[in-house]
């Protein structure tokens, strides 16, 4: 099984820099808080919340994020990294757009504009002790950001004063035009405070080659030790440096223009690398110093642009230093959080970026808004930067927050549906581990991946699995992990083709290897009647369609064909499969469990009895079958529920009578748990997947699970694969 290592607080900073630098550690997932945990009492949890942007108090333990949604911010007690504790909210009059936290204060800004054409917002300072909001300062326009200097001397707040997407295409200019807050703190008083204003010159933007000077819209706001401020103009495709002392613009660049090769440009179901984007502006969102030189950027883009992934700059030049190219969009296809549906709108979209340093070592964190996902690399040189590993987060990761003190890495993510029961989170990642838990499984050089719902292991091969692609992607692939290496990774793929050979997309949801070659795939249909068995020869081409009897096919409705398992005995070639939910015409409650016959062509059907669910929206089903002998098979029975609401992910197995039932008899087969499979989903202290789908005996003996990523859509995108271990034992 595979488990998290547990990391406490104090083991975090233990051992020097030097220990550090003398072995490679990484960060670990330590827990997954959804913020409408946090509502305010009488709530209804189903209301949109959402954590988009978060600082830290200075002892490194209560986190205060921002939900826009709700008008408020909030705050979360991490003393135990392992399990984050709801301190509740507080109402802010308005959109919090951005937080940070000085000495005993929240500086939060607020987006109080009633209009795109009067955009007005205020700072407001609250007490961390009591929340009490001790002082107001207007900002003069709708702002965006706020960072804090490391002196604590100064913050800057980037005042986008943003455009209005439904006038003129969106298109620049707009006024009123942005430009930059800088708040003094001559003291620890808050009554002493106060703000000055500085404008983001024409003339200067202009030289600088910024399309729309009048209209310049700061994005984001990042200070270096010298008290330098740096602005994105993430609409205009710029970079603007500021002396904070004395309010003074030094330089403006262009982010420039690239060309990036070797991408996924269409969506159309295929993760197809062959794509490219020509001549297009970087369009920076976030921005970080990696030292008082080199700055990073993720280059998010906005509606002209987005080069999918993310640059260092050299701010003495306005040069490039290094660019990422293709590479952070195709860690995504790596790692099986590849959304196709974004293949054709700026991909992974790179929104988050932040750079801090752990024990002598300075990281940036990369996050990608689409693909769910925050990448590390390594900065120890600044214009070098070494990928280290991927941290899987919620939807939509966009407040990414170092806390170095305590070893910490806190990701905030703001896309909240709660129709889909996807809610936005709070991640915490502690470094210090040697071997995370995410990822179970990756693919090697281009190959692209998700949605694995099947499981069978390859004859000959015990430290190889098959698995199949269903809907999510097409053409149908099966795929070959090796489960010997760790994690797992998927090395081959075979395109199933129709009977002329010509590549074809099933729902595939089982996969069977016969002994002799080829395989068993069971399909379900978008209706009843397009559930069917399918026979492959060892090339993948369809050799045999079998559809499921009419009087069977005609009471399905979406969910049919599940799984499919295969036993060959002195009586010939058997498939067993099993349907998803029950026949219109059958017990509620009871679902069926077929053989299919090859010599003869007929079908035996056993009722099997399914756990009931009190929860609005829910359903329980069957969504994988293996034949563990002749007499005994064992199949997924699971909720639709994720996240905290999981309750059901549990394999059963069930013993097959010596004898057949009667013709037009369902005999209810009596079912015996033999693993509940919830607490290894929660092992690694991540979202709990709704999609328990695959399962299989290994070559090796041992018992592989594995979760159906539904291809990113209404899911976080994260596949588990489970060794839940021998099945001499389990079964």
Do not use: C
């Not at 991490?78 to 005993?104: F, H, K, Y």
């Not at 978008?526 to 499921?548: C, W």
């Not at 079958?625 to 069930?654: F, M, Q, S």
């Not at 594995?706 to 389990?730: F, H, M, Q, S, W």
């Amino acid at each position: 099984m595979l488990m998290t290592l547990a990391v406490t607080s104090a083991s975090l900073l233990a051992g020097s820099a030097a220990d550090a630098h003398a072995r490679k550690v990484y960060f670990d997932r330590t827990a997954t808080y959804p913020v409408f945990q946090n509502r305010p009492a009488g709530e209804d949890p189903a209301t949109p919340t959402a954590a988009e942007i978060s600082s830290v108090s200075e002892d490194g333990r209560t986190l205060v994020y921002t939900d826009a949604p709700a008008g408020r911010i909030g705050f979360v007690d991490i003393s135990n990294p392992a399990r984050p504790r709801g301190l509740g909210t507080l109402d802010m009059g308005g959109e919090p757009t951005s937080v940070v936290v000085r000495g005993g204060y929240v500086l939060a800004v607020v987006d109080t504009s009633e209009s795109f054409t009067s955009p007005s917002g205020v700072l407001r300072v609250v007490r961390l002790r009591d929340r009490a909001v001790v002082r107001e300062i207007g900002m003069g326009g709708q702002p965006d950001s706020i960072a804090l200097s490391k002196d604590s001397r100064y913050a800057a707040i980037a005042i986008e004063n943003q455009r209005d997407e439904d006038v003129a295409d969106g298109d620049l200019p707009q006024a009123p035009g942005g430009f930059i807050q800088i708040v003094d703190f001559p003291s620890d008083d808050p009554a002493r405070w106060s703000a000055r204003a500085v404008p983001l010159p024409e003339a200067t933007l202009a030289a600088a080659g910024i399309a729309a000077p009048s209209d310049p819209e700061p994005e984001y706001v990042s200070i270096n030790s010298r008290n330098q401020l740096v602005v994105t103009l993430q609409e205009n495709n710029g970079v603007v440096l500021i002396d904070l002392r004395g309010g003074r613009v030094e330089k403006a660049f262009s982010a420039g223009r690239t060309t990036v090769t070797g991408i996924d440009t269409e969506d159309d179901g295929t993760i197809d690398l062959s794509g490219s984007i020509t001549d297009t502006p970087r369009e920076p969102d976030a921005i970080s110093w990696i030292d008082d030189r080199y700055v990073a950027t993720a280059n998010e883009g906005d509606w002209r642009g987005g080069t999918r992934g993310w640059t260092v700059f050299d701010t003495r030049t306005g040069r490039v230093a290094w660019d990422a190219s293709n590479t952070f969009e195709r860690l995504a296809v790596t790692y099986g959080l590849h959304n196709e549906g974004r293949a054709d709108n700026k991909g992974t979209e790179p929104e988050g970026l932040a750079v801090a340093t752990y024990q002598g070592r300075r990281y940036a964190f990369v996050a990608a808004e689409r693909s769910n996902f925050v990448a590390v690399y390594d900065l120890s040189d600044p214009v070098r930067p070494a990928f280290q590993q991927i941290l899987a987060t919620t939807n939509g990761p966009e407040g990414l927050l170092p806390i170095p003190s305590r070893g910490l890495f806190a990701v905030s993510s703001e896309v909240d549906e709660a129709e889909a029961n996807v809610r936005s989170s709070l991640t915490l990642f502690a470094l210090g581990t040697e071997r995370p838990g995410f990822p179970s499984v990756v693919s090697t050089g281009d190959l692209g991946w998700g949605a694995l719902g099947a499981l069978s292991p390859v004859p000959g091969r015990p430290d190889r699995l098959y698995t199949v692609t269903d809907a999510a992607y097409s053409p149908t692939r099966i795929l070959t992990i090796d489960t010997g290496r760790t994690p797992a990774r998927i090395d081959r793929a075979l395109t199933v083709t129709d009977a002329s050979g010509a590549p074809v997309g099933y729902d595939a949801e089982g996969i069977a290897a016969r002994p002799r070659g080829g395989f068993w795939l069971g399909v379900e249909g978008a209706t009843g009647g397009g559930n069917q068995l399918v026979r492959l020869d060892a090339s993948g081409r369809t050799v045999e369609v079998v559809p499921l009897p009419a009087e069977i096919s005609s009471g399905l409705a979406k969910q049919g064909i599940e799984g499919v398992s295969v036993v060959t005995d002195r009586s010939g070639e058997h498939v067993w499969t099993t349907l998803q939910r029950e026949l219109s015409t059958d017990p509620a409650g009871v679902v069926r469990i077929g053989r299919y016959d090859v010599a003869t062509k007929t079908w035996t059907w056993f009722g099997y009895r399914l756990e009931q669910t009190t929860t609005a929206g829910d359903w329980i089903g069957l969504s994988e079958i293996v034949a563990v002998d002749r007499d005994t098979l064992a199949v997924i029975e699971r909720d639709k529920l994720n996240g905290p609401a999981a309750r059901v992910k549990r394999v059963y197995t069930v013993e097959v009578p010596s004898r057949d039932p009667r013709p037009g008899t369902l005999p209810v087969l009596p079912k015996r748990l033999a693993v509940d499979v919830l607490p290894a989903l929660r092992a690694d202290n991540g979202w709990t997947q709704e999609k328990l789908e695959g399962l299989t005996i290994g070559g090796d003996g041992v018992v592989y699970a594995i979760t159906d990523n539904d291809g990113l859509e209404d899911a976080t995108g994260e596949t588990v694969l489970l060794r839940l271990g021998p099945a001499r034992k389990i079964f």
